[in-house]
């Protein structure tokens, strides 16, 4: 009978089945807590870019939070090749991503989730896997994002963005929610 099992099982082999792990699966290592911002010192922002005017008004915000005295960060990821050419912020391009998942695999993706941001606003709208995936296993004490189904595993605070997907719009209803004034300096 073990002759015949082995000549079955070379016939028919059984393969195992691959155990597949989900990519949003809870940090026990990092907690999240919630931050306003006369709380927080350093913001990250993660966006998309989708245009050369996402990253003008992108970079206008960068330098109002820069000018209440917030140590700021930009990452953006790129897919498009022709807007590469006109990108002045720190970037991230398809050549960035592991080949075989489609996550980000690079130094400055890596840098990016492991700073201890006190607050990371994701500032797109579009289900983008290498960003939400940099937003989930950020190291950030509070992450922000729009109110969108697709940001739930890898926020903290969903901002609703009522009246349109405007980055405008979403950087106002941010400031509000979270209260923005000039950084204040805590007393030892």
Do not use: W
């Not at 002759?3 to 059984?14: E, S, V």
């Not at 990519?23 to 990092?30: L, N």
């Not at 911002?37 to 245009?51: D, H, Q």
Request: charged letters at 25%; proline letters at 6%; a negative charge.
């Amino acid at each position: 009978m073990a002759f015949l099992k082995k000549i079955k099982d070379l016939i028919n082999p059984q393969v195992e089945a691959q155990q597949v792990y989900p990519i949003f699966t809870p940090q026990e290592k990092i907690k999240h807590e919630f931050i306003n911002f006369n709380a927080a010192y350093r913001i990250g922002i993660l966006t998309e870019m989708t245009s050369l005017d996402v990253q003008e008004k992108i970079n206008t915000y960068k330098k109002l939070l820069e000018k209440y005295g917030y140590d700021v960060e930009v990452l953006m990821f790129i897919d498009q090749e022709e807007l590469e050419t006109g990108s002045y912020l720190q970037k991230f391009t398809p050549d960035d991503l592991d080949p075989k998942n489609g996550l980000p695999f690079s130094p400055k993706t890596d840098r990016f989730m492991v700073k201890r941001f006190d607050l990371l606003f994701n500032l797109y709208f579009n289900e983008c896997l290498p960003l939400q995936y940099i937003s989930h296993m950020s190291y950030a004490k509070m992450r922000v994002a729009p109110f969108l189904t697709s940001f739930e595993k890898c926020a903290d605070l969903l901002i609703p963005n009522i009246e349109d997907h405007s980055h405008e719009n979403l950087i106002e209803q941010i400031n509000s929610t979270l209260k923005i004034k000039p950084y204040e300096r805590k007393s030892f």
